[in-house]
């Protein structure tokens, strides 16, 4: 049995989805909808012409009814975050581009487990929970599994060292206020403030201290450095939501920093943010309260505080 997914959306983003979920073979059909038909039908025949050398796969473009009996849509449908404007700016039209969407795709794929991706991602993932009527489970945001991919990168190119032995997160907002816990961050099982000494006294007098504010800092600006340079990130981002629909295929769980809705974890409710989720074929299977210093709790809350405060200014 296939599996089959919608990407609502036809844009840089949504395109690269259904492009990287082609190549990779992770789909057997592709639905892809977009207000903009024509690009919709452009994007769908590009990528289709290409499928013989894949896995087989039919892609199309369609109308919301041809969701049905989805496994998995992918929401990308959204204004498009300009150089210098945050993501929180762009909170009440994306919110109401969303809550257009919502009724007409939950009308044909009910069942399906919902991968939010526009921005800003964490609002939108709050939306769908207080207006979509579906299993808290089944809704899942991007959240800062971009992010996150984004500090493997750059400890793995720091360090020298396969991002496969880099086990670092970032937790809370997909924005300004996301933060790395330190405390979880490791190499190869070392703890990462530990590993330099660890090296040979050679290869130790090579590489300078790791300093965490300078690697947050990178993380936190890159998606912006990015739009500067070339108008739009979309190839990261795409291969991180497809790395999300694998595990949920996989039938293995697996453990990322999805945004999800938070019942009391490190005295946080009533908000969407990253800290780790357990993913299966349900969706979200649990959520895992890693040990975090207290200081890491603080930053934590002061993430939950920031979206909270944008929450409460906007019209759902």
Same mark, same amino acid.
């Given at each position: 049995?296939? /599996?089959?997914?919608?990407?609502?959306?036809?844009?840089?983003?949504?395109s690269t989805i259904?492009?990287?979920?082609?190549?990779?073979?992770?789909?057997?059909?592709?639905?892809?909808?977009?207000?903009?038909?024509?690009?919709?039908?452009?994007?769908?025949?590009?990528?289709?012409?290409?499928?013989?050398f894949c896995a087989?796969?039919?892609? @199309?473009?369609?109308?919301?009814?041809?969701?049905?009996?989805?496994?998995?849509?992918?929401?990308?449908?959204?204004?498009?975050?300009?150089?210098?404007?945050?993501?929180?700016?762009?909170?009440?039209?994306?919110?109401?581009?969303?809550?257009?969407?919502?009724?007409?795709?939950?009308?044909?794929?009910?069942?399906?487990? @919902?991968?939010?991706?526009?921005?800003?991602?964490?609002?939108?993932?709050?939306?769908?929970?207080?207006?979509?009527?579906?299993?808290?489970?089944?809704?899942?945001?991007?959240?800062?599994?971009?992010?996150?991919?984004?500090?493997?990168?750059?400890?793995?190119? @720091?360090?020298?060292?396969?991002?496969? /032995?880099?086990?670092? @997160?970032?937790?809370?907002?997909?924005?300004?206020?996301?933060?790395?816990?330190?405390?979880?961050? /490791?190499?190869?099982?070392?703890?990462?403030?530990?590993?330099?000494?660890?090296?040979?006294?050679?290869?130790?007098?090579?590489?300078?201290?790791?300093?965490?504010?300078?690697?947050?800092?990178?993380?936190?600006?890159?998606?912006?450095?990015?739009?500067?340079?070339?108008?739009?990130?979309?190839?990261?981002?795409?291969?991180?939501?497809?790395?999300?629909?694998?595990?949920i295929f996989s039938?293995?769980?697996?453990?990322?920093?999805?945004?999800?809705?938070?019942?009391?974890?490190?005295?946080?409710?009533?908000?969407?943010?990253?800290?780790?989720?357990?993913?299966?074929?349900?969706?979200?299977?649990?959520?895992?309260?890693?040990?975090?210093?207290?200081?890491?709790?603080?930053?934590?809350?002061?993430?939950?505080?920031?979206?909270?405060?944008?929450?409460?200014?906007?019209?759902?």
């Amino acid at each position: 049995m296939g /599996n089959k997914i919608t990407i609502i959306g036809s844009g840089s983003v949504g395109s690269t989805i259904a492009y990287t979920l082609a190549v990779q073979g992770t789909a057997s059909e592709i639905v892809m909808i977009d207000i903009n038909v024509d690009k919709s039908l452009g994007e769908a025949l590009d990528i289709r012409q290409g499928t013989p050398f894949c896995a087989p796969c039919s892609i @199309y473009a369609g109308g919301y009814e041809d969701a049905k009996d989805s496994d998995v849509v992918i929401l990308t449908s959204g204004m498009a975050r300009k150089p210098g404007q945050s993501r929180l700016d762009l909170a009440q039209a994306n919110v109401d581009i969303t809550g257009q969407i919502i009724p007409q795709i939950t009308k044909f794929a009910p069942d399906a487990i @919902y991968i939010i991706v526009a921005n800003p991602v964490d609002i939108l993932t709050y939306q769908f929970h207080q207006i979509s009527g579906l299993p808290e489970n089944h809704i899942i945001g991007s959240g800062t599994v971009l992010d996150t991919a984004r500090l493997r990168a750059r400890l793995s190119e @720091y360090f020298s060292i396969s991002q496969q /032995n880099v086990h670092a @997160y970032v937790f809370g907002e997909h924005g300004d206020s996301s933060f790395v816990p330190w405390s979880l961050a /490791n190499i190869s099982n070392i703890p990462i403030d530990e590993y330099r000494d660890c090296l040979s006294e050679k290869d130790r007098q090579l590489l300078p201290p790791l300093v965490h504010e300078e690697v947050e800092d990178y993380i936190r600006k890159s998606g912006g450095k990015i739009i500067q340079r070339k108008g739009a990130t979309f190839y990261a981002i795409a291969i991180s939501v497809c790395h999300i629909c694998k595990c949920i295929f996989s039938g293995m769980d697996t453990t990322m920093t999805v945004s999800a809705m938070m019942h009391g974890e490190y005295g946080i409710s009533g908000v969407c943010l990253s800290t780790l989720s357990v993913i299966g074929r349900d969706g979200v299977n649990g959520r895992i309260a890693a040990p975090l210093e207290d200081d890491e709790v603080a930053k934590l809350r002061k993430s939950a505080d920031a979206l909270h405060s944008v929450i409460s200014q906007l019209k759902f």
